[in-house]
């Protein structure tokens, strides 16, 4: 805020500024009139030989202009000494202020000719001030609004755009004057690159507000495009004739984006939607299919020792159908783990617990603990490796990628040799899994590593869609990379690159810092 004193100091010093404006202006406009009636004064008596009938002619002219300019002080003033002027010097007794009754009522006659002349002045003047206040008005306002505004005559030649029409058509108001609109406002189809007509064009043949089609586009004076939005409306005067025609438009590609954004997130949304149906059908059955055989194991047991009179089961039995349960309940128990690990990673609470593990190590002792898996599958596991291959890792959860590969190689490679080689390459640890089955198509190789994806039918192969998801998060938590290489029918190469002393993760990722 302004302190007091200086606002008060402000003001005593903005006052006298204003009264010499003020001033200099009256001075002006009085100091005009004079000089005007002197001016009249030197030509009446330059052509008095001429016009002696005649003593008020010229001063008429001095009327007109001091009242035309000054306004009604000056115009007065101007009629009061044109009076006394011809009295003293053109009427007679002549350099006399004495007025015959005749004479007195030539004055009364200019003096009322002068003041209505003033009057007609006065209204011109302030009409013609009110016009150009008006169309300055105007002019700023156009000027002022967001959206390019051109505005043409009745025969759609331009006579006004304002700034932000000049920027979007790139042309200057002085470069468009008098041009037809379509020489300068050039617009075609955005999809099938038609000329299509000037909105001014229809506006002058309708007579009615009209907007452009969708998806127009406008040529620019250097030939580049943009996508507008606009109307035309008809410039009526106070008789109903069209006096031309105000075009409104506005660079609509934020709209474009916003709508192409828009039309994104609802396919993504859509797919999420269709992605989360499928998960859930897969999902269900998934989680079902261990429970089923469980169940009917249970029951023959029950059956079982109903059956017998003692109620004994025969252990052999028993052991058969407790192993059956078993499986089931382990299979059941990775699904429940898969779905959790997707809920610790999508939340990023998924820790890393690093030791020094031995990766050929980890990986003879895994491929020992799926032997039955890869019998039942007709898989022969190769592991090749020559040393040690050590680094820090989280040992359960790279126990979980070795896994989830060799299984997934079980799955799409039945009745085939699998291959497993551990080795070290540029201080990195390598690991590859590859498989001689099915193989997998180009454009799902990258889609594989999403979740509930798949590149196959689920009808024909189980899970969840989520090993080879979790796998890559896993990974690219420990600082390393996985990629496939296959071909249809040809198999599928995994290989994965280790960093044997991980980074730790930013504070940003959610995750906490691992423990060594």
């Keep these: 805020m302004v302190a007091r004193g200086n606002w008060t100091g402000w003001r005593m010093a903005e006052r006298p500024t204003e009264a010499w404006a003020k001033t200099r202006d009256a001075v002006f406009r009085y100091g005009a009139a004079v000089l005007a009636t002197a001016l009249a004064l030197i030509a009446q008596f330059l052509v008095w030989p001429y016009i002696q009938p005649l003593p008020f002619l010229v001063f008429f002219g001095a009327?007109?202009?001091?009242?035309?300019?000054?306004?009604?002080?000056?115009?007065?003033?101007?009629?009061?000494?044109?009076?006394?002027?011809?009295d003293y010097f053109f009427l007679l007794p002549r350099f006399s202020f004495s007025v015959s009754l005749q004479d007195l009522l030539s004055l009364g006659v200019f003096t009322l000719v002068s003041t209505f002349l003033t009057l007609l002045n006065v209204s011109l003047r302030r009409g013609h001030q009110l016009a150009r206040e008006h169309e300055e008005w105007l002019s700023t306002t156009l000027r002022s609004i967001g959206d390019g505004v051109i505005a043409t005559d009745a025969a759609g030649r331009i006579v006004f755009l304002n700034p932000v029409a000049e920027a979007l058509t790139q042309w200057t108001q002085r470069e468009a004057q008098g041009r037809p609109l379509d020489r300068v406002f050039r617009i075609i189809g955005e999809h099938a690159r038609e000329e299509r007509e000037s909105p001014v064009a229809k506006v002058l043949r309708e007579g009615r507000v009209v907007g452009l089609a969708n998806s127009t586009l406008l040529i620019r004076k250097d030939g580049s495009e943009i996508p507008i939005d606009d109307s035309g409306a008809p410039i009526w005067d106070e008789h109903g004739r069209m006096r031309g025609v105000v075009l409104v438009f506005r660079d609509a590609t934020m709209k474009k984006r916003r709508e192409?954004?828009?039309?994104?997130?609802?396919?993504?949304?859509?797919?999420?939607?269709?992605?989360?149906?499928?998960?859930?059908?897969?999902?269900?059955?998934?989680?079902?299919?261990?429970?089923?055989?469980?169940?009917?194991?249970?029951?023959?047991?029950?059956?079982?020792?109903?059956?017998?009179?003692?109620?004994?089961?025969?252990?052999?039995?028993?052991?058969?159908?407790?192993?059956?349960?078993?499986?089931?309940v382990r299979r059941l128990a990775e699904l429940v783990e898969s779905l959790l690990d997707v809920s610790r990673l999508s939340t990023g609470r998924l820790q890393l617990h690093l030791t020094e593990v031995d990766l050929t190590a980890l990986a003879r002792e895994l491929i020992s603990q799926l032997q039955q898996q890869a019998q039942a599958a007709g898989c022969e596991v190769q592991l090749e490796t020559a040393a040690p291959v050590k680094g820090m890792w989280d040992q359960l959860r790279l126990e979980q990628v070795v896994t989830n590969l060799l299984t997934n190689a079980f799955k799409y490679g039945a009745g085939k040799p699998i291959s497993l080689r551990i080795w070290v390459e540029g201080g990195k640890a390598m690991l590859r899994v590859r498989d001689e089955g099915i193989g997998i198509e180009l454009a799902h190789q990258r889609r594989i590593f999403g979740m509930f994806e798949r590149a196959v039918s689920d009808r024909n192969y189980g899970g969840l869609g989520l090993g080879l998801y979790i796998t890559q998060q896993i990974v690219e938590s420990m600082g390393g990379t996985i990629h496939v290489d296959s071909e249809p029918g040809q198999g599928a190469t995994f290989t994965v690159e280790l960093l044997r002393v991980p980074p730790p993760p930013g504070p940003a990722s959610g995750e906490a810092r691992p423990t060594l």
Excluded: C, N, Y
Excluded at 263 to 291: G, I, N, Y
């Design 260 to 328: 192409a954004e828009r039309a994104q997130l609802l396919r993504e949304s859509q797919a999420a939607v269709r992605v989360r149906d499928e998960f859930l059908s897969v999902a269900s059955h998934e989680l079902k299919t261990p429970l089923t055989p469980l169940q009917l194991r249970l029951d023959a047991l029950e059956t079982a020792a109903q059956q017998e009179p003692t109620g004994a089961v025969p252990a052999a039995r028993v052991i058969k159908d407790v192993k059956v349960a078993q499986r089931q």
């Design 63 to 86: 009327v007109m202009f001091a009242g035309w300019q000054g306004g009604w002080g000056p115009g007065l003033l101007a009629t009061a000494l044109s009076s006394l002027a011809a």
